[in-house]
């Protein structure tokens, strides 16, 4: 049975698209296909930024078709590349699929690209001739809006994976095999081979346009000219089911290397310099060229996470175009190739060229040691233990890579089930051990000394392992107006000295994630104020080094490895006050030079603190803030843009949130950071400007001590307490029993009249104002006292004898607690006199 289902035939008007319009898409067709594919099973999409950038996938099932039609919707207009995972795996994934994810084999395929230089609409219609006159028809035929793509469906139930990676990599023989065979008849035929050819993409979990979906190239296929083009189905045939092994064959499996050792590279002295690239074998693909020239990916700068991994991958793709060493080594110590500062910058950097060109050689002929190595590192001191450390995705985040830690025992169970085939018996049978135990005997596992975290400096990677990512964010020049109107009009409420002193912040953080910003900003407001967009909006930028916690209960947790390589903090609502615990955690981790990093199952170890700390809360008290606090820049965030629960779509506040999102989401968060990354900061530091703002000084108030909340009412009422109304003297006398002469209590009446005539003694009127100061001893409340400049006072009159306090004048005990508190706003004499006590009787 033929059901043909056409789609839209690639030619040379698909071809005419402008450049600044994009096709519409057909998701419908996109739904469509995901049910022609795997009925009734698991399909996992995943979404991949043109330009780099974190990654998203979703798996769908029957009666998801709603949810994965907005799904698609979404990444559409976040401007993604869309793919389907061309296996079922076993379950739902939320990152992109490895082999150890695949269930079963269900299809095998090829993916047909233009050679560089060809017209694309020209080598389509080649390719899709050459498939059609090759002699197995396939089930399914896409145009990616790049190239052709081929898929032939296996006759159920196909071939069961058990995400074993040992029969991923046999089942995907078949796929490789059909790679060679349409390769071979490319190659034979010069017209093709001038059009078309097989990209190797043989891997059994493997990606593949979504039809229905934009393809939309990257920076520099744009600059190439490269437009954005609908991927579509060409044809579908559902009767068309191959069986493996008569139909469909596979390749010879691939010899495994011996775990005794692998042949050593050895190099005699500097080799000379190629002339030029073209020296190099013509299998030596432009892009890999292209790696040796710049020393990176100017097209997608966050590919490789070091200098090391760039230069790795040149190698293995050396070896992969049958390159010798000598070549290989010109490559790696040629001072005018870019990919060789790294090599160079080695301690022997021959000896490390020749480290890099036999473990390449390794990875390349066996894949086990290259998969294994790709998502293990041995650590020989972790917390005083040897340890094996992977990488997989944060449960809180999936876009954050965690390094999860594991004995050698746990790790040779992990692999318990996949095996590696390690030599020959006598008779040639083949001999097998578990993958695990091989791996950690081998000479070339992947290995380092210790951990480090040094951001922005290079390290010798025979010997540490650096977790340093780099920013998430590509700065790229570009406008910013509303997320500019959020940082002045909304988190400083219209204050443009503490926006400047946000975007200092800022922009100090981006510029130097070595260090510690030693001042945390806290932003305090009301619900929906967007007091959060800030701190979210900076641990994007951060990615792999930005952390958020919602909960005090992280921070006073025993086990902080999170702390290791992070940059960035981010505590939204996760301070509460009376947490004494968590506010002590807090300040340390703003000042402190150095980070007690607890992992589980070791040893604590130090690390240089290097956190930039922001705070979120819509408590009226957010933070201890002493007197002359220097750690807290306190913000006031504007109520003017917070929308009510329920406000329609059309009210301006709503559109404004969206608008900012839009701006955001579509070049406004890289253009921001390219502005940070451009300003000159000279040797601006947080803590030397940290904005005495009314946010902080109401902080500090929260703050204050019993005693110093007692002064503060009473300099800032400019009445002596104790006082009659009128008088001139500043003497208030220490408590409402007399002392006579000799030495006997006064009678009681007289300390129930003063009581009626307001002239309690002052240390009665310090414990009243506060239960905290009730049983506190007079010895206390004295020096206190003294602490601010009151004197004692003996007063002596008729044969009447008490003891009291002095008041300063007014104007010099408010220039004490602005020295000690900082600026801080009095109701001072309008005729610019200095203030003076209202009232100043004697008793």
């Keep these: 049975m033929s059901d043909v289902i056409p789609g839209a035939e690639p030619g040379p008007k698909a071809e005419g698209l402008s450049a600044d319009t994009l096709p519409e898409a057909k998701l419908e067709e996109a739904v469509a296909h995901l049910a022609r594919v795997r009925p009734g099973g698991l399909v996992a999409l995943t979404a991949i930024p043109p330009d780099g950038g974190p990654t998203k996938t979703q798996t769908f099932g029957p009666g998801d078709e709603g949810a994965a039609r907005q799904w698609l919707e979404d990444r559409t207009r976040e401007g993604m590349n869309l793919y389907w995972t061309v296996n079922p795996t076993r379950g739902r994934i939320r990152s992109k699929a490895k082999k150890e994810d695949i269930e079963n084999l269900d299809w095998i395929h090829v993916d047909i690209d233009p050679v560089d230089g060809a017209d694309?609409?020209?080598?389509?219609?080649?390719?899709?001739?050459?498939?059609?006159?090759?002699?197995?028809?396939?089930?399914?035929?896409?145009?990616?809006?790049?190239?052709?793509?081929?898929?032939?469906?296996?006759?159920?139930?196909?071939?069961?994976?058990?995400?074993?990676?040992?029969?991923?990599?046999?089942?995907?023989?078949?796929?490789?095999?059909?790679?060679?065979?349409?390769?071979?008849?490319?190659?034979?035929?010069?017209?093709?081979?001038?059009?078309?050819?097989?990209?190797?993409?043989?891997?059994?979990?493997?990606?593949?346009?979504?039809?229905?979906?934009?393809?939309?190239?990257?920076?520099?296929?744009?600059?190439?000219?490269?437009?954005?083009?609908?991927?579509?189905?060409?044809?579908?045939?559902?009767?068309?089911?191959?069986?493996l092994g008569d139909e469909l064959t596979a390749a010879p499996p691939r010899n495994a290397s011996p775990s005794a050792g692998q042949p050593t590279v050895q190099l005699e002295g500097d080799p000379p310099r190629?002339?030029?690239?073209?020296?190099?074998?013509?299998?030596?693909?432009?892009?890999?060229?292209?790696?040796?020239?710049?020393?990176?990916?100017?097209?997608?700068?966050?590919?490789?996470?070091?200098?090391?991994?760039?230069?790795?991958?040149?190698?293995?793709?050396?070896?992969?175009?049958?390159?010798?060493?000598?070549?290989?080594?010109?490559?790696?110590?040629?001072?005018?190739?870019?990919?060789?500062?790294?090599?160079?910058?080695?301690?022997?950097?021959?000896?490390?060229?020749?480290r890099q060109i036999e473990r390449a050689r390794a990875e390349v002929e066996e894949p086990m040691l290259a998969r294994l190595n790709a998502d293990h590192a041995v650590i020989m001191s972790y917390g005083n233990a040897c340890r094996v450390v992977s990488w997989q995705p944060s449960e809180v985040d999936p876009n954050r890579q965690e390094m999860v830690v594991q004995s050698f025992a746990d790790f040779k169970n992990r692999y318990l089930n996949v095996r590696v085939q390690t030599g020959q018996t006598k008779e040639g049978n083949p001999v097998y051990s578990p993958a695990g135990k091989w791996w950690l005997e081998h000479p070339l596992r992947r290995q380092y000394r210790s951990v480090v975290f040094l951001p922005n400096e290079e390290v010798d990677d025979r010997f540490e392992y650096n977790l340093w990512r780099g920013l998430a964010v590509q700065p790229r020049a570009g406008e910013w107006p509303l997320l500019r109107e959020l940082i002045e009009d909304v988190l400083a409420a219209g204050d443009r000295d503490a926006a400047k002193y946000l975007l200092n912040w800022a922009a100090y953080s981006v510029q130097h994630p070595e260090r510690r910003a030693e001042v945390a900003i806290v932003l305090r407001g009301g619900k929906g104020t967007g007091k959060s967009t800030f701190g979210r909006l900076m641990s994007r930028i951060f990615g792999q080094h930005g952390t958020t916690i919602a909960s005090s209960h992280t921070m006073t947790s025993n086990f902080n490895k999170p702390l290791h390589d992070c940059c960035l903090l981010f505590a939204d609502e996760a301070l509460a006050r009376g947490e004494s615990k968590a506010e002590g955690i807090i300040k340390s981790l703003i000042?402190?030079?150095?980070?007690?990093?607890?992992?589980?199952g070791v040893d604590p170890f130090p690390s240089r603190n290097r956190l930039k700390v922001i705070i979120a809360s819509n408590d009226e008290w957010v933070v201890s803030a002493s007197a002359d606090e220097r750690r807290f820049a306190v913000f006031n965030v504007s109520p003017d843009k917070a929308f009510p629960p329920g406000s329609p779509e059309t009210d301006e506040r709503v559109q404004w949130w969206i608008k900012l999102n839009e701006e955001i989401d579509n070049g406004g968060l890289e253009a921001f950071l390219h502005d940070l990354m451009a300003m000159d900061l000279g040797n601006w530091h947080p803590r030397l400007d940290v904005p005495q703002t009314v946010a902080l000084r109401e902080q500090k108030i929260k703050t204050l001590k019993p005693m110093e909340e007692w002064l503060l009412d009473v300099i800032e009422a400019g009445i002596i307490p104790g006082q009659a109304p009128t008088g001139a003297e500043l003497n208030v006398r220490s408590s409402n029993?007399?002392?006579?002469?000799?030495?006997?209590?006064?009678?009681?009446?007289?300390?129930?009249?003063?009581?009626?005539?307001?002239?309690?003694?002052?240390?009665?009127?310090?414990?009243?104002?506060?239960?905290?100061?009730?049983?506190?001893?007079?010895?206390?409340?004295?020096?206190?006292?003294?602490?601010?400049?009151?004197?004692?006072?003996?007063?002596?009159?008729?044969?009447?004898?008490?003891?009291?306090?002095?008041?300063p004048p007014l104007a010099d005990l408010r220039r004490r607690w602005r020295k000690a508190f900082g600026a801080w706003d009095f109701d001072e004499p309008e005729d610019g006199s200095e203030a003076t006590w209202a009232n100043a009787a004697p008793y």
Excluded at 224 to 243: F, I, K, N, T
Aim: net charge negative.
């Design 120 to 243: 694309p609409a020209e080598a389509r219609a080649a390719a899709l001739t050459f498939l059609g006159d090759y002699k197995l028809q396939p089930t399914l035929t896409l145009d990616s809006g790049g190239g052709i793509q081929a898929f032939f469906r296996i006759e159920e139930p196909g071939l069961y994976i058990g995400c074993n990676l040992e029969v991923a990599e046999q089942a995907e023989c078949y796929t490789r095999q059909l790679e060679a065979e349409l390769a071979k008849m490319i190659a034979e035929d010069p017209e093709l081979r001038a059009l078309i050819r097989v990209d190797g993409t043989h891997d059994c979990c493997r990606l593949m346009r979504l039809p229905g979906t934009i393809n939309r190239p990257n920076k520099k296929k744009r600059d190439a000219g490269r437009e954005p083009r609908l991927a579509s189905v060409v044809e579908y045939h559902p009767g068309r089911v191959y069986s």
């Design 591 to 600: 000042t402190e030079p150095n980070i007690m990093i607890e992992p589980k």
């Design 737 to 807: 029993g007399r002392d006579r002469r000799d030495g006997l209590p006064g009678p009681q009446d007289t300390s129930e009249r003063d009581r009626r005539d307001g002239c309690a003694g002052l240390y009665d009127l310090l414990r009243q104002s506060s239960p905290a100061l009730r049983n506190v001893s007079d010895a206390r409340l004295g020096a206190f006292l003294r602490e601010w400049g009151f004197e004692n006072y003996k007063h002596q009159q008729a044969g009447d004898y008490w003891r009291g306090w002095a008041f």
């Design 274 to 354: 190629l002339r030029d690239l073209d020296e190099l074998p013509s299998a030596v693909t432009n892009r890999t060229r292209m790696l040796i020239v710049q020393g990176d990916d100017p097209d997608d700068p966050l590919r490789y996470n070091s200098r090391s991994e760039v230069t790795f991958a040149v190698c293995c793709e050396l070896v992969r175009a049958n390159c010798s060493n000598e070549q290989i080594a010109l490559v790696l110590l040629d001072p005018d190739f870019g990919i060789s500062a790294h090599t160079r910058a080695q301690k022997g950097a021959l000896k490390y060229a020749e």
